[in-house]
Nanobody, 125 residues
Framework: VQLQASGGGLVQSGGSLRLSCAAS????????MGWFRQAPGKEREFVAV????????YYADSVKGRFTISRNEARDTVYLQMNSLKPEDTAVYYC???????????????????WGQGTLVTVSS
């Protein structure tokens, strides 16, 4: 599975952005697709994921109610719609693919086999 993330940029606090992750590879649809982020000087953290098994979505508490993950199977693309952005959302965002589907696995960085190159989101105050 190859992943290509895009859509990052500079936005003011309260604004919106939509990130895209284009996937290729025959096994793509058997992977749960997640978004993670890494701010300067911090560890990579879970943001959102959509399970391939039952299409359930999970979100980090810090983004719940503001971010939405979706998957367009026809376009082999996963999106992260980010609304009401805050300066603390500033980070490099990565999409990733995991062969697992349980909550405990797909919210953990170590359970992901494939990663995109990252796209920078900067939220100004």
């Amino acid at each position: 599975v190859q992943l290509q993330a895009s859509g990052g940029g500079l936005v003011q606090s309260g604004g919106s952005l939509r990130l895209s992750c284009a996937a290729s590879g025959r096994a793509y649809r058997s992977y749960s697709m997640g978004w993670f982020r890494q701010a300067p000087g911090k560890e990579r953290e879970f943001v959102a994921v959509k399970s391939y098994r039952d299409s359930r979505t999970y979100y980090a508490d810090s983004v719940k109610g503001r971010f939405t993950i979706s998957r367009n199977e026809a376009r082999d693309t996963v999106y992260l719609q980010m609304n009401s952005l805050k300066p603390e959302d500033t980070a490099v965002y990565y999409c990733a693919a995991s062969p697992y589907y349980s909550y405990s696995d797909i919210t953990s960085t170590i359970k992901y086999d494939y990663w995109g190159q990252g796209t920078l989101v900067t939220v100004s105050s």
